[in-house]
């Protein structure tokens, strides 16, 4: 037996709660991993307090992230005492996921934990970061550089807006962070901000075509937000977008993108082949002080983690929110 949030459904009602769980009830998978500490991401969020059908088969143990240890396997890339990460690939919503002490998965979904990194700092880490770093990979590889700009990073003071603006600053970019929290400008100064910007000058619609500020954008809010982002991108500048904290429309024009050659980057963290994964950990590794993990990252118990759902939707928890599935 052991311990996990296990979400059910019962006639269209959801219910979710620490629960005690036989391991014959894993899913099917080559490697089980004895889990050491996992995340709560927005997703978990919308997964454990049911504001959204991201669960997709009941019951279900949430959790997006995991780190831990191989404990049994039959897939010919890992042995028993390896240390692995796991992001996305439909755990928590298909596939049962990370909040609990075991998992059984698919072995082409895990990568090794960078040496860098402890369990514990991986997941400090987690999809936020993880997805910061596919953006930050996105906009360089697209050709941005620092001479060109600064780089704005909206949703700055979340777990993925917070990475990108270190990780950037670390690549040696100059980065706006748009925030609606004005009382965390010192946070993200510590993390490499040099401009802040109040989120509400992004929120609203704007005009098709702005003053040209951005050579790159890290987006991770969506709506408005992002359609001005496009429209204030300067000529043949890049936008990554990962998320829509503000909504999943886009109230734009295709003037930025045919007058100023602007490109749209979709970043999908979910199902990233394994070759951009591991070069977004390669440059987590090179890249992140540990230090900085923290500040990013604060830690609760599994017990906690239920509460902690309802708080990363209310927006009320800066940075990252490590769970201990084993306290």
Known sequence: MFSGILISKDDDAQSVAVAEIDEAQLPEGD?????????????????????????????????????GTVSATTHPDWAVGDKVVLNGW?????????????????????????????????????????????CVEALVNFGVT???GEVLVTGATGGVGSFAVTLLKKAGFSVAAATGKASEADYLKSLGAETIIDRAELAEKGKPMQKERWAGVVDSVGSFTLANACAQTKYRGAVAACGLAQGPDFPATVMPFILRGVSLLGIDSVMAPRAPRLAAWKRLAADLDVADLDVIGHEIGLSEAIGAASDILAGKIRGRVIVDVNK
């Open 90 to 134: 439909g755990v928590g919503e298909t596939h049962w996921g990370g909040l609990a002490q075991k998992a059984r998965l698919n072995g082409d979904w895990l990568v090794p934990l960078p040496a860098e990194f402890t369990a514990r700092q991986a997941m400090a880490i987690g999809t936020a970061g993880y997805t910061a770093a596919l």
């Open 31 to 67: 490697v089980t991993i004895d889990v050491e500490y996992s995340t709560i991401n927005y997703k978990d969020g919308l997964a454990i307090t049911g504001s959204s059908p991201v669960v997709r088969k009941f019951p279900m143990v949430p959790g997006i992230d995991l780190a």
């Open 146 to 148: 620092p001479d060109q």
